[in-house]
């Protein structure tokens, strides 16, 4: 891989492996009484980096990205909506901050700072459930993505695909796969078989019989 800002070649390092995050996590724990330090940790604790100029590598070029299956699983993942990973963290920040301030309200008995601290534990609700929704369109895009991957697959295939040819082709895990395959069969255009021995082969009559279906087959 290839650094979009610098053009270094090579592997990413983690975000926090910078001793500048690192001292930028620890000043914001300190004037946030630890929760912005949670929130910001949170937020780029999953994150890779350049090592030589710091850009987030999700913009690093490939110059083979096809040759590499990995490469090509983050490339299916790269055009997907947003997974709402900063609104979930700053909804949950909101909301200790919240009840933060309603404790300190009730322990000393001022109304106003359960009042802010209700205002800010909705408003922080509501923003982890909007991160919360975006999560699951999230997963629904990736799995109508995988699932048009899987029908290009069993067309080349004749129709007929097992749980490990889909996981190997595509770079998943047999879990993952299995799952996928689980989610298209629906018993008509796509279905299940055990074999004598043992295995479960997923079969696609429409990909199997185009060759002899044409306008008017049905009612023939």
């Known amino acids: 891989m290839r650094c979009a800002r610098c053009s270094y070649a090579g592997q990413a390092i983690s975000y926090f492996s910078r001793p500048g995050h690192v ?6 724990s300190i004037f946030t009484y630890g929760l912005g330090g949670l929130a910001y940790w949170l937020a780029r604790r ?26 090509r699983a983050s490339q299916r993942l790269a055009a997907l909506p947003s997974g709402g990973l ?3 963290v700053l909804g ?6 919240a009840s933060f301030l309603i404790m300190m309200g009730f322990i000393e008995a001022e109304a106003a700072a359960i009042a802010v601290g209700s205002v800010f534990g909705a408003a922080g609700t509501g923003t982890f459930f909007w991160g919360w929704n975006a999560l699951q369109n999230r997963r629904q895009a990736v799995q109508g993505r995988l699932q048009r991957e899987v029908l ?69």
Request: a negative charge; glycine letters at 8%.
């Open 23 to 28: 001292g930028l996590l620890v000043g914001v």
């Open 92 to 97: 949950t920040a909101i909301v200790l901050f």
């Open 152 to 220: 290009q697959l069993a067309t080349k295939r004749e129709g007929m695909l097992t749980v490990t040819e889909v996981a190997a082709s595509l770079d998943l895990s047999l879990q993952a796969a299995e799952k996928v395959m689980d989610s298209l069969d629906d018993g008509f255009r796509v279905r299940s078989d055990i074999t004598d021995e043992g295995v479960i082969v997923y079969h696609f009559p429409e990909v199997q019989l185009r060759d002899r279906l044409g306008p008017g087959s049905a009612s023939a």
């Open 46 to 71: 999953n994150h890779y980096i350049c090592p030589n100029c710091g850009e987030n590598w999700e913009k690093a070029r490939s110059d083979a990205a096809s040759a590499f299956p990995a490469q």
């Open 86 to 88: 900063k609104r979930r």
